[in-house]
């Protein structure tokens, strides 16, 4: 039970005021539109979870993966009665088991001063290869949900193979991962915006990919400056060495 409560008290310190304050922001918001809006108590759950998540996400706290968790499994059900199958794919057969393989991976790189995951930033040719590789995913994924008969299936299959490669790039620590988080983000709340005007979804999904948005693009500024930080910090160290 200390070592919970330990865990918990360290993943909620060292939040900046306006850290909290978008993350409080940001679920009270979230929770009175989708309650106005007399969203299901699953979607609202599910939004709630996956902000809390992107959030802590970008924050660098290890705890983000359980919230993800939680958001899996209720957004996969959501997206199964939407029809985006390649979504519910997406969520249970890769974000499932990459949450337990991240948990593992930032835990051996965790700044124990400030409780956060150290961050660090990719290669020109590792980004070339990034780009090549999601192209050919995405039309490829593409074919295969239309012979599904899924809904949208190119912006489907763009935010299901962006996903999994943001995924990568953040359980390898890339501050990249924010550049195609902002993309996922943005086909994800067209995809969303699209159910509802047809009603196949609730608001409570639109917001929630709205929020991550945001989201991505104030973590990708924190973790290009942290990144920095990180790399002039080890240049250092090296030529004291």
């Not at 360290?10 to 850290?19: F, L, M, P, V, Y």
């Not at 965790?110 to 590792?126: A, I, P, Q, Y």
């Amino acid at each position: 039970m200390n070592n919970v409560k330990e865990f918990w008290k360290r993943e909620i310190s060292g939040w900046t005021e306006s850290e909290l304050c978008w993350l409080a922001f940001a679920n009270v918001s979230l929770l009175i539109i989708s309650v106005i809006l007399k969203d299901t108590f699953l979607g609202i759950a599910a939004s709630l979870t996956g902000v809390t998540c992107v959030i802590f996400c970008g924050k660098g706290k290890i705890s983000n993966y359980i919230f993800g968790t939680i958001n899996v499994l209720l957004y996969s059900y959501i997206a199964f009665k939407a029809k985006f199958y390649g979504e519910v794919m997406l969520n249970m057969l890769y974000y499932f088991p990459t949450n337990i393989l991240g948990w593992f991976m930032w835990k051996k790189n965790m700044n124990s001063d400030t409780g956060e995951v150290v961050k660090k930033r990719m290669s020109l040719t590792g980004d070339i290869i990034t780009v090549l590789v999601s192209a050919a995913g995405i039309f490829g994924y593409s074919y295969v949900l239309k012979l599904l008969g899924g809904n949208l299936p190119l912006i489907d299959s763009m935010s299901t193979v962006l996903s999994i490669v943001a995924q990568i790039l953040m359980i390898k620590r890339f501050t990249e991962q924010w550049i195609v988080w902002i993309l996922v983000d943005a086909v994800s709340v067209i995809m969303w915006a699209t159910a509802f005007f047809k009603g196949d979804g609730g608001i409570a999904m639109v917001l929630m990919w709205s929020v991550y948005l945001l989201n991505a693009i104030f973590m990708f500024i924190k973790w290009y400056k942290d990144s920095a930080e990180n790399k002039a910090e080890n240049t250092a160290a090296a030529v004291t060495e």
